[in-house]
């Protein structure tokens, strides 16, 4: 997996590379060069300078007649130590063994010329009181054989030096670019909808620090979305079960209507059917209170009044007491004047389902309890019962809408599903919780808790 | 004439299925929650079953994935596309979804005991026999020359026999529901089925509401 950022990356640094490896290696060929022709030059000029000092001397024994031979016996001398010489008398060439085509430079000058493919370093120097100029020449060729020697081992090493290099930066590169690789394809990972792939985090390099912000980007976005799907499939669910919940007395009614239009049957038969007409429309009665009780409580919010929990307690165990009492249970009130801020309508539908789970629960024997229970600024008012009770399960979900502990007995009892759903939105809407405690096969206690405005058994008002 | 398990939890609803089927001339076994459904399933070894998705324990779908070879007409309060595929998928002969008429479910339950040939291909009363798969109709032996019309009309009072059938409802189950007609072309229709069987006494005229086939 390679990726533009790294090619330019590693073109660019090789280059660059390239570049000053080269000028580097050029300009040391180009000293190293220079230095042994200043040292061939000082050299020859040293050699030189002691040659016309050994002539003067001659010159001064031997005196001008002998000249000619001093030069001829110089000249072949170093002839033999491979260096030519030239000497020049009034514009007169004497001895010389440098050949025509070698310029002479100007006097006192040190010159290097090519000459027939080769490299000579030429001296002239006026001696003997400027009666004879001598030049001297040698062949310095050995200098552009190292040249091009020097030229091999550096190309050929900087080549060599540039292989290793490639290699090298390609894999340090390739090390350095793997977190973001490996980054780019976690972020492509969740791109396509996998929210649950990490990125590598090891390290404390800014990459790293990236790669741990995506991290926490990534656990922040699926959570979210594991919320919102959570939302999305419980609304789903809650309209799946309304569907179900209208659907389902609707198919009766319909179908019993039908059944009594159609069918060939005797009287009882009938009224059975209109009896199931009856009490499916109820059905539906309920629900669609319940739903539009609920979407009041959310439009309109709560109307809060200064209230007495004691008043409102005696009021709907008064109401529910005979019909609790004809399903073999006995209901009674304990609460206590005290006057909190609430909803009184409100309240009265939440204790009346409440109470009425309580008597459900009892299965036709035994006793549900109203009441209040005091500290020092909080009230909760309750309702317990010698019921079933609940497992903790069950627990978890009563106030979900529809939810039933038992869903066939709860229907046949007339329950719409959504009771405590409804009494939940009550109690969230005056700012407390709904709350419950049981056990089964003992009971349970319901409880929502108030703020206490004053109470009457300690202040007067 | 088959034997057919009703799964429903909801108890209204449960018996006027029954009644209904009953009507038509099926046995019908109630059943009201999964674990019921199954060892009924096992003991009774029903022809159809007629299963209600949402129920208490086990659900219409796993109780689907317990079975094999018998037909399953899935009746559920869920419309999501989802569901009906999912119920298809796993097998079920149909699907129909709540609330349904009675006309419509006597005609799949019909159908798929057609199809799955868990009924008799014969249906007999008086002298006459009615032979649905070559849809010829025999009195006293010899055969009746019914129109194609006039067979599906018999074929249909029959399969819902005992129950009223409106008018409206027969022109649109014979007919198909695209036709514009007058509902006295039924009229016409059932006119001509009594004189050519001579079976006055079986089609009867409810008031009001339409014709009902009485055995």
Known sequence: MRMKFFERTYLITFVLFLVFLNVAVFALAMYTFHNSTEAAKSVCLTEFLSITDAFEKDYEYTGAQSAGLLQATYGKFYKGKNISLKFITDGNVGYSSISESIPVPAENTLSMTRNDGKRYIVISKDVCEGAVTMVYSKDVSYLDKEFTRLCIVFVSGSLAASLVLGAVLYFILRKLYLPIVKLRSATGDIANGNFYVRAEDKGDDEVSALARDFNIMADKVSRQIAQLKDTADRKQNMLDNLAHEMRTPLTAIHGYAEYICSAKIPEEERVDAAKYIMSESMRLKDISEILLDSAFIRENGINPKDISLRGLAYRTCNRLYKEALGRGVLLSCIAEDVFVSADEPLMDILLSNLIENAVKACKGNGTVTVGTKLTENTVKLYVKDTGIGMTQEQLLHITEPFYRTDKSRSRAQGGTGLGLALCKRIAEAHGTNLEFVSEEGKGTEASVTFTTLYNNLTTDR | ?215
């Open chain 2, 1 to 215: 004439m088959a034997k057919l398990l009703i799964v429903d939890d909801e108890l209204p609803i449960n018996r006027l299925v029954c009644k209904n089927l009953t009507l038509v001339g099926h046995e019908c076994i109630p059943a009201y929650d999964g674990v019921q459904a199954l060892s009924l399933i096992k003991s009774e070894q029903p022809d159809l079953i007629i299963l209600d998705v949402m129920l208490p324990g086990i659900s219409g779908f796993e109780i689907m994935k317990l079975l094999n070879s018998v037909p399953v007409i899935f009746v559920t309060a869920k419309t999501g596309l989802d569901d009906r595929i999912k119920g298809l998928a796993l097998g079920a002969d149909d699907y129909i979804v709540k609330p349904f008429e009675m006309a419509e479910l006597t005609a799949r339950v019909q159908a798929v005991l057609r199809r799955t040939k868990r009924d008799a291909d014969t249906f007999s009363f008086d002298d006459i026999t009615v032979d649905f798969s070559s849809r010829n109709v025999y009195k006293n032996g010899a055969l009746a020359v019914l129109t194609p019309k006039e067979f599906s009309l018999l074929e249909l009072l029959i399969n819902n026999r005992n129950l009223a059938l409106s008018r409206e409802k027969i022109l649109e189950k014979v007919w198909e529901y695209d036709y514009c007609g007058d509902t006295r072309t039924v009229d016409v229709h059932v006119q001509q089925l009594r004189h050519k069987l001579g079976i006055k006494d079986r089609i009867k005229t409810v008031f009001k509401v339409g014709y009902r086939f009485e055995i």
